[in-house]
């Protein structure tokens, strides 16, 4: 069961790469964080109930409804138009990221571990990967922030096919989300739109050696 | 000691942010670097010791916690001017102290933690302190800089966790899942290669962010460039510190397995093209501070050259650490005074400094002659070493490399400082002049100075420590 879940993170992926307006990668990242919460909730059996009951929670409620509802009150609140801008057309993000996963699961059958489940590794690096690309290829910052998000979950991912062992670090892994988005959304990507009038990466090319 | 420190620290945050009152304010940072210097001394007399589990006072986190004392004096003496002479609104007053005693609290105790999850999660803290500072002026530019901190420290400390997350991989395979610094010592002989391969890569991108070597050192460089100077002067030294207290204790465990000589490999490859990106910049740059933070980045190239090289060359890096911790904060918390005359951060606008802030310049004179490492500079001792280290490694075409990228560097840093001093600058009005005591300059005399000593009379403790954080390394 946890495997379907994990798959259809992985399809996910392939949504986000043809969606076309920022809502829809809302929608995705919250998706993820719902799967996430199956994921931790059929996964993680060694660890102690109130800490299970945390994490959960932190999916739950962290990933998958405070930290969309936020980007929407971003989106809103800045004027962002809806579309998210990528530099490269939609059919060539969609081979990208296949080729991604392709080459992660070459790469995790490479791999001779026992201790490491294969499904999880590739899932955690595709997503990874294809955070990593959704920054390199999208113009707006708030797709930025929304390609870090992807990294997380992916991180995350990865954390849980290490966590029944060793709990602390999922809890770490949690620890990173909330820190890094508060730090990113919470503190100034409020401010953003007040002092930059349009949300684009090309604004952002003021500092540099003259 | 240390949870009582913690706490302390935390409450003089929290009250340095609630607070709107100015000698309130003032008393709270005052009371603060009591705190910082307590602490110290309570360390110094528990050497070797463990406290709260996850913290040791061990030679290398004693030696930096002292550095970053001594540095925090300054800090908050230039700290203090700068914010008497920039009579912004009394929110942004506490929140830069706030951040500044939130910044030294989490650098100090990352140095101390002899977990590598604790050290994470300090790190982490101190980047959220430190664009606090960096956004201290809430202008556009400002703004970018501190978002390009904040993304760039974001990815890298997720690059960290990744590391964490492969090494514990690793671990299983010796049947441990301690992932403190001792415990992966103790087992390093069992670590599976490959993940450790994967997490030491991981790790080390992830802490090049804090150090300022390639592939990570762009954030820092605007950070120190729109962060107030006394801030930059602790980002551009005890944050790099931490950054090298990051990479240096997980190069302990990997020097330790087969993969010693890789890892020496990476090691120097970042190395080298952290020098030739600071060489690069320093030739073409004319910012001031963003030259400074160039000069950061071509010093802690060094000092990675000098770990990868083994030998005595693990001693120059533990030295010129600290040593150039004392000189760069001193060339930042001088680069105050030059602003306040010229109002301008371009050398072309910038000139005859000597007439206009004799004291000012001398210490500039001085912190060339101290970065460019010539002697009597203490950092000439450490650098000499790290030449020797890299001579005795059979590294010769590198060493010839890096000394004429040196060269360069020293050539186009001199340009621009003996332009600094002595060509009467681009239209600049000097009718109307503020007037700086000399005593601003005082600090900066006492770091260059200390830095000298250290260098060339080091006291026989000092040398025992540093001696002490590299026992474990395979000599």
Redesign the interface.
């Known amino acids: 069961m946890i495997h379907v879940f994990l798959i259809i993170f992985l399809i996910s992926l392939f949504y986000m790469a043809i969606a076309n307006r920022m809502l829809t990668y809302i929608r995705v990242i919250a998706l993820q964080g719902v799967l996430l919460f199956f994921v931790v909730f059929l996964q993680l059996k060694e660890i102690s109930t109130l800490n299970l009951v945390l994490i959960l929670l932190e999916t739950i409620i962290f990933k998958s409804l405070a930290v969309p509802m936020f980007l929407r009150y971003i989106l809103k609140r800045n004027k962002i138009t809806r579309e998210a801008e990528p530099f490269l057309p939609n059919f060539v993000s969609l081979i990208i990221i296949t080729v991604i996963v392709v080459v992660t699961i070459l790469l995790s059958h490479s791999?001779k571990?026992v201790?490491?489940d294969k499904i999880f590794f590739v899932v955690a690096l595709s997503t990874?990967f294809t955070g990593l690309y959704f920054i390199a290829s999208r113009r707006k910052?708030i797709t930025?922030v929304m390609g870090?998000l992807v990294?997380?979950n992916g991180?995350f991912v990865?954390?849980l096919a290490?966590g029944n062992?060793?709990p602390?670090?999922v809890n770490?892994?949690i620890?990173?989300d909330i820190?890094?988005s508060v730090?990113?959304l919470g503190?100034?990507l409020n401010?953003?739109g007040d002092?930059?009038k349009e949300v684009d990466v090309d604004q952002?090319t003021?500092?540099k050696?003259? | 000691m240390i949870l009582i420190y913690l706490i302390g620290a935390f409450l003089i945050v929290i009250g340095l942010f609630v607070n709107r009152n100015k000698i309130i304010n003032y008393s709270l940072l005052g009371f603060f670097i009591l705190l910082q210097w307590t602490f110290t001394i309570y360390s110094l007399y528990h050497f070797r010791t463990t406290e709260l589990d996850y913290f040791s006072f061990d030679s290398l986190g004693i030696l930096l916690l002292v550095t970053l004392s001594i540095v925090a004096i300054p800090a908050a003496i230039h700290s203090f001017i700068y914010i008497e002479n920039h009579p912004d609104n009394p929110e942004t007053r506490s929140i830069y102290f706030a951040a500044l005693v939130g910044l030294l609290t989490a650098t100090g105790v990352g140095y101390l933690s002899n977990h590598i999850a604790v050290t994470w999660i300090f790190t982490e803290i101190t980047t959220l302190c430190a664009s606090a500072l960096i956004y201290h002026h809430r202008t556009k530019l400002a703004l970018e800089g501190t978002w390009k901190y904040v993304f760039i420290c974001a990815i890298s400390i997720t690059f960290v966790f990744i590391g964490i997350l492969f090494l514990s991989l690793s671990l299983t395979h010796a049947g441990s899942d301690d992932l403190s610094f001792k415990n992966l010592y103790a087992n390093s002989a069992k670590l599976n290669p490959f993940w450790l391969r994967l997490s030491f890569l991981f790790i080390f991108t992830g802490f090049t962010a804090k150090l300022g070597l390639v592939p990570m050192f762009t954030a820092g460089i605007d950070a120190k460039d729109k962060a107030p100077a006394p801030a930059g002067a602790l980002l551009a030294s005890v944050l790099m510190n931490l950054g090298f207290v990051g990479i240096f204790r997980f190069y302990i465990v990997i020097a330790n397995t087969p993969l010693h000589h890789w890892a020496n490999v990476v090691i120097g490859i970042a190395a080298f093209l952290s020098l030739f990106v600071a060489t690069v910049y320093m030739i073409k740059v004319k910012n001031l501070k963003r030259m400074f933070a160039y000069s950061g980045i071509e010093h802690m190239g060094l000092v990675m050259l000098g770990v990868a090289a083994g030998g005595i060359g693990y001693y120059a890096a533990i030295l010129h650490v600290i040593l150039h911790a004392f000189v760069k904060s001193a060339v930042f918390f001088q680069y105050n005074q030059i602003y306040r005359i010229y109002q301008n951060k371009s050398i072309y606008h910038i000139g005859n400094y000597f007439k206009y802030n004799t004291t000012g310049a001398i210490v500039i004179l001085l912190a060339f002659i101290s970065t460019s490492a010539m002697p009597p500079s203490g950092l000439f001792v450490s650098e000499f070493l790290i030449f020797r280290s890299l001579f005795e490694a059979n590294q010769v075409l590198v060493l010839i490399a890096v000394l004429l990228l040196l060269t360069m560097i020293i050539w186009a840093f001199g340009k621009n400082i003996f332009k600094i001093l002595f060509i009467p600058p681009v239209d600049f009005d000097d009718s109307n002049l503020p007037k700086i005591s000399p005593w601003e300059s005082s600090t900066q005399f006492i770091l260059l100075a200390g830095a000298v000593y250290l260098g060339l009379n080091p006291p026989a403790e000092f040398v025992q420590l540093i001696k002490e954080s590299i026992m474990l390394l395979p000599h």
Do not use: C, P, Q, R
């Open positions: 791999i571990d201790n490491l990874l910052i930025h870090y990294i997380e991180v990865l954390s290490v062992e060793m602390m670090l770490l892994g620890m990173l820190f890094a730090l990113i503190i100034f401010k953003i002092v930059f952002l003021n500092l050696d003259y």
